[in-house]
């Protein structure tokens, strides 16, 4: 019973960010991720200009994944900015109100996520495998979810986190 409250908490402290979200914010298109804009971001890495995506992933597979691992763990620590979050989730610019809610949630102060295994299924999405963590004990192991290129830089996707609100048993949020 213990391990079922967890994975509630665990789920609901992840997904809380999403309850007060207008539905376009949580919006998906169905493609997981937009083209990467010729702007880099101040996170992404860097390649040269010749270098083109494999057909099945990224140009640089372990930059990549570096930077989806180092984006997951900054968008699920409750240490972490708001502004830091924006920047590592999809569409964040349209969810910053949502996530400057969040960071006074009780149980997200108490949850995080560690990354265990990155899969490319095309040049711009990526299966993540992740350990979603409630004060460092994993509540909820093993969980799937997507990573997403979006204007250069690998960020967990909306898709994500509204299977975390689903899972939490409000399958009622906005825009999920």
Known sequence: MVHVRHRRTAA???AAVLILVPAAGCSDDGGGG????????ATAPTTPATSAPAADGPADP????????ANWTTFFDPEAS???KV????????????????????????????????????PTEATVTYDLL????????????????????????????CALVKLSGNAAAPGC
């Open 12 to 14: 609901w402290a992840a």
């Open 34 to 41: 937009s083209t990467p804009s010729p702007t880099p971001s």
């Open 62 to 69: 372990a930059a990549a994944k570096q930077q989806i691992e």
């Open 82 to 84: 708001t502004e830091d």
């Open 87 to 122: 920047k590592v989730l999809e569409n964040g610019n349209l969810l910053r109100p949502l996530l400057a809610a969040f960071g006074g949630d009780e149980n997200a102060a108490q949850s995080s996520a560690k990354v265990t295994d990155v899969q490319f299924t095309s």
């Open 134 to 161: 409630v004060g460092g004990t994993p509540a909820l192991p093993g969980a799937k979810g997507t990573s997403v290129l979006q204007d250069d830089t690998w960020k967990v996707s909306v898709k994500t986190l």
